[in-house]
């Protein structure tokens, strides 16, 4: 455990990746010389995600470590000796709850008479992980957790909690462990992505490296296959729009693989596992038919979406209610229709189908889903028609024609309710796990607004001393009101430049607006350690949406909302108002893109939604909602 602790924390105080690669890989090869068994347990520890998967669980699903901080704060209590307002304080101060472990563990061993704990071995921390996937009583679980943080060196301990919690915050993701996999046992990278992409578990991706079998990786029913991935459009540059290409409306659902036999139907959503028992209107139906015959055996690429009686996909904020439920309710089920739209087939009947072009997996999904009972529905696909330009047109006018072309399927998409478009290349294979310029996204942010930044809190892991998450809002007469969050846009740069100007804008408790009881409202439902801001600062701030929301006194929240830039030509006076988010609500309801205040009822029919902080929300934050950071004087 030592060595794999020891390559986390070089990878950990480098940002280069050659640099972390290197480490991760020496130890890997260091643990696979002394201990091979315990190699895939290394690999998985670094990737900080230590369970193994258990695709092979007769449910179909996986089992959780099912450890929440709370608990883990609780043996870290115990086994540093440290009080839990000094944890807290040091954790607050570290970004991690990981790293405060560590440093109240040195500090105990430096105490005069003590003695540093023996260390963790590899094996010892492998069955505490395991023990806490086979303990489900909270108070067994604290003891599997305590046994092994009492013997870990402060270093160790440091990053088995990281790795309970599944935050390890080294720059360690897949694609640098698979870097490091194929230098630690000379094989080649091509080999290394490839077989990723189909064992979708990173301990025996090391496993199957160390012993030369990577060329063993096979499709397994049961076993999710990598996803591939879409490129944004805007960067995928290099990409060739002159190649044949079929255009598909983009989905606003839960992406997820349908794993369909005769002795089983498992659903496995992208960074989710398997959702099998979330969605028995889906595999149930599904399950039934492979009984019967009436299916061949299949993997296939799809998403579910929530849908309306008449089969109209619904907007994201309809399945959320699903997700919440591990095991729905009839009720749920009932006024939460789903389908599964499939858009491709990576296996049938025993025959891997990636090595495919796309146009051929396309006909055999087509042909596998003739039979196929109604939950299931194969997803429309059309090809990307551009106007032929005279050959001395140029370059310039084939690609006025290309994104004329694009922007028509755009808004024909929008109009229908979809998010955007996905553009595939008629020739390409699947490529399991990789995001290439084969498929490739269009989705525009909806628009930007200008906000004025109320709060901050100090960031995680790397941004750990810097205040990189804002908390945003609009004007609503003399008054602020909150409207979102985002902490993507801006470089390190200019983090820290804002971190300077937010921590002289931060308003002390001996502040007279901070005395205001307004300043509540931006304070409540926060976490622990946000910073009330001096509103001075202008943030230009673009999304893809609006929702509705009860946290926000605006009665909205921006979805994925990043910052664009930094208003400094503008006051807070400036600022856009909440009149003009309504507009911008206004038009999602109108295009189909968003739902107010109605819910599906037992017959199917639209219901107004329920009063409460639901009801608040849908009437934009007015009714009740309290005054917040009265800046103005106009009213």
Excluded: N
Excluded at 128 to 140: G, N
Excluded at 467 to 494: C, M, N, Q
């Amino acid at each position: 455990m030592k060595t794999v602790a020891e390559a986390l924390f070089a990878a950990e105080g480098t940002r280069a990746r050659t640099a972390k690669v290197a480490a991760l890989a020496a130890a890997l090869a260091d643990v696979a010389a002394s201990a091979p068994a315990a190699l895939p347990f290394a690999a998985r520890f670094m990737s900080g995600a230590p369970a193994p998967p258990a695709w092979a669980d007769a449910a179909g699903d996986e089992r959780v470590l099912g450890v929440g901080g709370a608990l883990v704060f609780e043996a870290a209590c115990l086994v540093t000796g440290a009080t839990p307002s000094q944890l807290g304080a040091a954790a607050r101060r570290a970004g991690d709850l990981g790293s405060a472990v560590g440093e109240a563990l040195a500090a105990r061993g430096a105490e005069p008479g003590a003695s540093p704990g023996p260390g963790l071995d590899l094996a010892d921390a492998e069955r505490a992980i395991r023990a806490l996937l086979d303990k489900s009583a909270r108070a067994d679980k604290l003891r599997a957790l305590v046994a092994a943080l009492e013997p870990a060196s402060p270093l160790e301990a440091r990053y088995l909690v990281r790795a309970v919690l599944g935050e390890m915050r080294v720059g360690a993701r897949e694609g640098v462990l698979e870097d490091a996999i194929a230098k630690a046992f000379g094989r080649p990278l091509a080999a290394v992505r490839g077989a990723a992409g189909l064992v979708s578990d990173i301990g025996e991706l090391a496993r199957l490296a160390h012993e030369d079998r990577l060329g063993e990786a096979r499709i397994v029913l049961g076993r999710p296959v990598g996803f591939m991935l879409a490129t944004p459009l805007e960067t995928a540059r290099g990409a060739d729009l002159g190649a044949p290409h079929a255009v598909e409306d983009k989905i606003d659902g839960i992406r997820a693989q349908a794993h369909v036999s005769r002795d089983a139907v498992r659903l496995f959503a992208r960074g989710t596992g398997s959702v099998t028992a979330a969605f028995p209107d889906v595999a149930g139906p599904l399950a039934d038919a492979a009984r019967a015959g009436d299916l061949a055996s299949a993997v296939l690429d799809g998403e579910i979406v929530v849908v309306t009686p008449d089969g109209r996909p619904r907007p994201f904020s309809a399945i959320q209610p699903r997700l919440k439920k591990t095991a729905p309710d009839a009720a749920l089920v009932r006024d939460h229709p789903v389908r599964y739209l499939a858009y491709d087939l990576l296996f049938e009947d025993g025959e891997s189908l990636l090595a495919l072009p796309f146009a051929e997996r396309r006909a055999r999904l087509v042909a596998w889903a003739t039979r196929a009972p109604a939950p299931l529905v194969v997803h429309a696909s059309r090809p990307l028609v551009v106007p032929p330009v005279p050959a001395e047109g140029g370059g310039d006018a084939a690609k006025r024609a290309t994104d004329a072309a694009l922007d028509a399927e755009y808004e024909r998409a929008r109009s229908h309710g979809f998010e955007g478009l996905v553009l595939k290349r008629l020739d390409a294979t699947y490529a399991a796990g990789v995001r290439g310029f084969a498929w490739l996204k269009v989705k525009r942010a909806l628009a930007t607004l200008d906000v004025v930044v109320v709060g901050a809190e100090y960031g995680h892991g790397k941004r750990a001393g810097v205040l990189s998450d804002y908390t945003f809002a609009v004007r609503a007469g003399g008054e602020l009101r909150t409207i979102g969050k985002a902490y993507t846009g801006l470089t390190d740069a200019e983090i820290a430049t804002m971190t300077t100007r937010l921590l002289g804008l931060a308003i002390a408790p001996t502040d007279e607006l901070y005395r205001d009881p307004s300043i509540e409202a931006a304070r409540r439902g926060q976490r622990r350690g946000w910073i009330p801001i001096r509103p001075e600062i202008v943030l230009e701030v673009a999304f893809d949406g609006l929702q509705r929301s009860s946290r926000h006194s605006s009665g909205f929240a921006l979805r994925f909302a990043r910052i664009a830039r930094i208003r400094d030509d503008k006051r807070p006076e400036d600022a856009d108002t909440l009149d003009a988010a309504r507009s911008l609500w206004d038009a999602q309801i109108a295009s189909g893109h968003r739902e107010d205040r109605v819910a599906a009822d037992r017959t199917g029919r639209r219901r107004p939604a329920s009063e409460g902080a639901r009801g608040r929300a849908a009437r934009g934050g007015d009714a009740g909602a309290p005054k917040q950071l009265r800046l103005f004087d106009d009213e």
